[in-house]
């Protein structure tokens, strides 16, 4: 299907709780045409490793009894929602996308489920992720094309959403992995600061973040502050900061425009596509700021440089421990990339470990180096549309270019992916990245940037 970002029907979630407080619908209706989409378009998309419909039904039954006493739990209340397969659910399985995880059932609520449950929001089911929510692809097609690549490794979340299958979904980031997908499959995307959403069990690598997917700034803002409130951030972290209801639209003075290592690799429609972009905020009066006209913005560019392959030197000396225990239990079941990233883990010592740390608080240290000089900072979150999926499944990023999308995790800064653009017919997101705990503000340009770009020329 044609994707034009100006006239998408996206399926939202904050304009039908009205209707579900006056009873002219419920949030079991609410839940059954979601189920219909499903069913309609899951044999092609196959966003879904496995769905609690009985649970799910029950669950909306519940808040629907809640709307007509007058009493729901919160601003989303009755929210079908679905969970990225690394997530733990008390009533699904959790397998990972990884052979050596089939069957695996934990039988607990991760921090952020818990979260959403008692928040009152149906968990409707568990969506695919890339193996180990790596590189290496699961079945996944992209909502607009299907025989594109979703992105990875937050697959399921982003197409499911994007499919107007539910209205938010939870991915997770280690390097590109909420925002390259959220730009491939047109979501409002929330990748956080480092540890402002509780990770749960999901505390072992050092760029690990929980983030967000739906079709809405609102549902995107509203979703994340209602987790925080109930579950906080990463132990020893003070959670996301900001409002409950979505904080309102504020036009940027200045946004630095940053071009990344993924600049030299973007396809030209895409770079036209970000240059007219900027072209547009500046007649609108909003300056903008590249690193030919700030030494303090060349001086991130260049601290970014190199951020991907740094990220992954970081992820597999993290990671070696339990990809190695992983080979020893369950062999031949790591995929090319997971091998890959063992072998380099393997490979470093904890000399070089240190060396990459350094490298990494350097960067951000000249991200905090802009913080009285701009607003926030834009990019691209990807390189172009989604690549066709065959194209691509043996190179170095099986599930898209992760060049744009990594700088934030590497800064562990806030970012958002605003589904403001198109190119051939199909998503490109726009990039919205701030200063450590700056996510409300970044969502309020966000929301004024899509506002904008929807004003009569």
Avoid at 213 to 231: F, G, K, P, Q, Y
Avoid at 298 to 308: D, G, N, S, T
Avoid at 428 to 434: I, K, S
Wanted: proline share 7%; hydrophobic share 40%; net charge neutral.
């Amino acid at each position: 299907m044609t994707y034009d970002p100006r006239t998408r029907a996206a399926l939202t979630f904050h304009d039908a709780r009205a209707r579900f407080a006056e009873r002219r619908d419920t949030p079991r209706d609410y839940l059954e045409r979601c189920l219909d989409v499903i069913g309609r378009r899951e044999g092609e998309l196959k966003g879904w490793v496995v769905l609690n419909e009985a649970g799910a039904r029950a669950a909306a039954d519940a808040s629907a009894q809640r709307y007509r006493d007058g009493r729901p739990l919160s601003a989303i209340d009755g929210m079908p929602v679905g969970i990225k397969d690394l997530i733990e659910t008390r009533d699904m399985p959790t397998q990972m996308g990884c052979a050596a995880f089939d069957g695996n059932f934990p039988k607990n609520d991760s921090a952020v489920v818990r979260a959403l449950r008692d928040a009152g929001a149906i968990v409707l089911g568990k969506t695919v992720t890339t193996a180990l929510g790596f590189l290496d692809p699961g079945p996944t097609t992209n909502a607009f094309d299907p025989l594109r690549t979703p992105g990875g490794s937050s697959s399921g979340s982003a197409a499911v959403v994007g499919a107007n299958m539910v209205p938010m979904a939870i991915g997770s980031q280690l390097v590109g992995s909420v925002l390259r997908p959220a730009s491939f499959n047109a979501n409002w995307a929330l990748k956080p600061t480092f540890g402002a959403l509780n990770r749960g069990e999901r505390l072992g690598l050092s760029q690990a973040h929980i983030g967000i997917h739906a079709n809405s700034v609102e549902d995107m803002w509203t979703a994340a502050a209602e987790i925080a409130l109930r579950a906080g951030g990463d132990p020893g972290h003070p959670g996301l900061y900001g409002p409950l209801h979505p904080p309102a639209a504020r036009k940027p003075a200045r946004l630095v425009a940053l071009e990344t290592e993924g600049w030299e690799r973007a396809e030209p429609n895409a770079r036209q596509a970000f240059e007219a972009c900027l072209d547009d905020l500046s007649r609108q009066g909003v300056s903008i700021i590249r690193r030919g006209d700030s030494p303090l913005v060349e001086a991130l560019e260049r601290a970014i440089a190199q951020a991907a392959p740094l990220s992954l030197r970081l992820i597999s000396w993290e990671q070696r421990w339990s990809l190695a225990n992983l080979v020893d239990n369950h062999p031949d079941t790591l995929g090319p990339s997971l091998v890959r990233q063992l072998e380099s883990g393997r490979g470093m010592t904890l000399a070089d470990y240190r060396e990459c740390l350094l490298l990494r608080e350097h960067a951000r240290q000249r991200l905090a180096a802009l913080a009285t000089q701009c607003d926030a900072l834009v990019s691209l979150n990807a390189c172009g549309a989604a690549p066709v999926a065959a194209d691509i499944r043996d190179s170095k990023y099986p599930t898209g270019d992760v060049s744009f999308a990594c700088a934030s995790s590497l800064l562990g800064a806030p970012a958002i992916n605003v589904p403001l653009m198109a190119v051939d017919g199909l998503p490109l997101g726009l990039q919205v990245m701030g200063m450590p705990h700056g996510d409300a503000a970044i969502t309020a340009i966000g929301a004024w940037l899509l506002q904008a770009s929807r004003q009569p020329a």
